[in-house]
């Protein structure tokens, strides 16, 4: 008896490779270019935070809804600053003002690999990885995975210190008293449709 086998999985998207007018609808993180392109045309935070749930969701199969993203001034000095942290038990990821502003100002190419930098990571702390060493392990399996080796957010997942020397990770703590955040519209709408 012979039996034949029919590959289901052809024309899903998900087995097409090789033809490139296809490959930019293509859903699947193998192809190289879908993330760096996305990052390149994201327009604002809320968009980067999109990429980051997809990465997320693509590499380690985890998704966590109904979070917020505010900004505030966390502080910080040359000799020491934050990007962003992730209070523990709430539903905000908060990114630190100061140095954004700072970062589309003096090197403005660097501003979206950082900002999805520290958003994949207090992202990571947010969907239950609270060992920091575990999370920025994951940032750089997810960066690498699907921007590659060369790309800035890879980079910056692999050392933090060769962009901004002076950057530290925080542990994730309970939101510091008085914390003025202005929240940023849209940082969570859904991500239900996929548009190529
Ligand atoms: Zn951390």
Not at 46 to 64: H, M, N, P, Q, Y
Not at 106 to 131: R, V
Not at 171 to 181: C, F
Request: net charge neutral.
């Amino acid at each position: 008896m012979q039996l034949r086998v029919n590959n289901h999985a052809e024309g899903s998207g998900h087995s097409i490779k090789k033809r490139p007018d296809v490959e930019k609808c293509v859903k699947s993180e193998d192809i190289a270019r879908v993330y760096p392109t996305r990052l390149e045309k994201a327009k604002d935070l809320a968009d980067i935070f999109e990429i980051v749930k997809d990465a997320v969701r693509s590499r380690l199969g985890t998704s966590r809804g109904g979070l917020m993203l505010g900004l505030a001034e966390l502080g910080g000095s040359p000799n020491g600053w934050i990007g962003g942290l992730y209070p523990v038990a709430t539903n905000v990821i908060v990114m630190n003002k100061g140095p954004m502003e700072r970062i589309m100002e003096q090197s403005p190419e660097l501003y979206k690999p950082y900002c999805f930098h520290i958003l994949l990571h207090e992202y990571i702390h947010a969907i239950g990885y609270m060992d920091e060493a575990l999370t920025r392990r994951k940032a750089l399996e997810i960066s690498e995975a699907l921007f590659g080796r060369e790309h800035l957010a890879t980079m910056m997942a692999a050392d933090i210190m060769q962009f901004f020397p002076t950057l530290t990770y925080p542990v994730p703590t309970p939101a510091p008293q008085g914390m003025n955040i202005e929240l940023v519209k849209g940082f969570d709408r859904s991500s239900a449709s996929y548009i190529c």
